[in-house]
Nanobody
């Protein structure tokens, strides 16, 4: 069994920054893709940023230049999402997915003055 746990969400003012963390643990034997998604109220879940097992990185157009996904060099099943220049429209529950199978419970990010 694999557990995925996100942390780091919170309330931040527009223009501020947050860093989210995601740790996959348990029956983890390979370096797999890890993906951040988000879901705002009344909207569908959408991909935010992805790092593949081989290290390729992709971003949604809405966050390019503002968000950075990175994998921990010492713990390959840990990824971070550094979010800068946050906007109210970034408000959502952010979810981490491991290996296209396992989901975390999500962490709330609220951007508001």
């Amino acid at each position: 069994q694999v557990q995925v746990v996100e942390s780091g969400g919170g309330l931040v003012q527009p223009g501020g920054s947050l860093r989210l963390s995601c740790v996959a643990s348990g029956a983890v034997f390979t370096i797999a893709s890890m993906v951040w998604y988000r879901q705002a109220p009344g909207k569908e879940r959408e991909l935010v940023a992805r790092v593949s097992g081989g290290g390729s990185i992709n971003y949604a157009d809405a966050v390019k230049g503002r968000f950075t996904i990175s994998r921990d060099n010492n713990a390959k099943n840990t990824v971070y999402l550094q979010m800068s220049s946050l906007k109210p429209e970034d408000t959502a529950v952010y979810y981490c997915n491991y290996a296209n199978v396992y989901w975390g419970q999500g962490t709330q990010v609220t951007v508001s003055s």
